[in-house]
């Protein structure tokens, strides 16, 4: 991904900001951000500054070129939602035993607004199982560039912030280490939403 020329132009276009890069740890993580827009593989690979190869559900393939294109470029993995997803994971543990990065939306489909899907362990299991941080990652104002229903990229703002890494080897003593992942999860991306949003 050309970062430089996709950070200008999403600065220009959107005004996107950026914060908490700084709090990205060196190595292979699993990024998992919160999920409003199409638009969102692009800004939180363009936040994270390196490459993250999301996983993307099958059922959004073939119905768009571009978004088809978009998405092996982006590298995307694809990964069944009605069968068992183990061809999927395999990729995404040996990317990350590789040193590479993977992304994840807990939510698991795109929503209209935060809080109406009930985030899935996914991400914490993938961090728990391949030993790396799951980085929480807020996406803020994608739903109004381009939400659901929309095609076209509108002139909004954006906001994205990397929040504090959690570290799974920190819940190895916990009786449900995935589901208290899970939560803080939702509890430091839910903080930056409500800040932006103001709900």
Same mark, same amino acid.
């Given at each position: ?20 890069? !700084? ?6 993580? +699993?990024?998992?951000?919160? /999920?409003?827009? /199409?638009? !969102? ?26 978004? !088809? ?22 990729? *995404? ?17 795109? +929503? ?17 199982? *391949? ?7 807020? +996406?803020?104002?994608? !739903?109004? *560039? ?39 999860? *939702?509890?430091?991306?839910?903080? +930056? ?7």
């Amino acid at each position: 991904m050309a970062i430089g020329p996709g950070r200008l132009l999403l600065r220009l276009w959107n005004r996107m900001t950026l914060a908490g890069e !700084d709090l990205l740890p060196d190595g292979p993580v +699993v990024v998992a951000a919160n /999920h409003f827009s /199409h638009l !969102d593989p692009v800004v939180v690979g363009l936040a994270v500054r390196r490459p993250t190869r999301f996983l993307a559900v099958d059922e959004l393939y073939g119905n768009s070129r571009f978004f !088809d294109g978009l998405t092996s470029w982006l590298g995307a993995i694809p990964m069944s939602r009605t069968r068992a997803p183990l061809g999927a994971l395999r990729l *995404a543990l040996a990317e990350l035993a590789a040193g590479g990065s993977v992304g994840l939306y807990p939510e698991g489909v795109r +929503v209209w607004r935060w809080g109406e899907q009930q985030p899935k362990r996914g991400a914490a299991w993938l961090a728990r199982r *391949a030993g790396v941080p799951l980085v929480p990652v807020a +996406v803020c104002g994608t !739903d109004e *560039a381009m939400g659901r229903g929309t095609a076209r990229i509108g002139r909004s703002p954006i906001h994205v912030q990397v929040c504090e890494p959690i570290m799974p080897g920190a819940f190895a003593d916990c009786p449900d280490p995935l589901g208290e992942m899970t939560a803080l999860w *939702a509890e430091r991306v839910g903080s +930056v939403l409500q800040s932006w949003y103001g709900a």
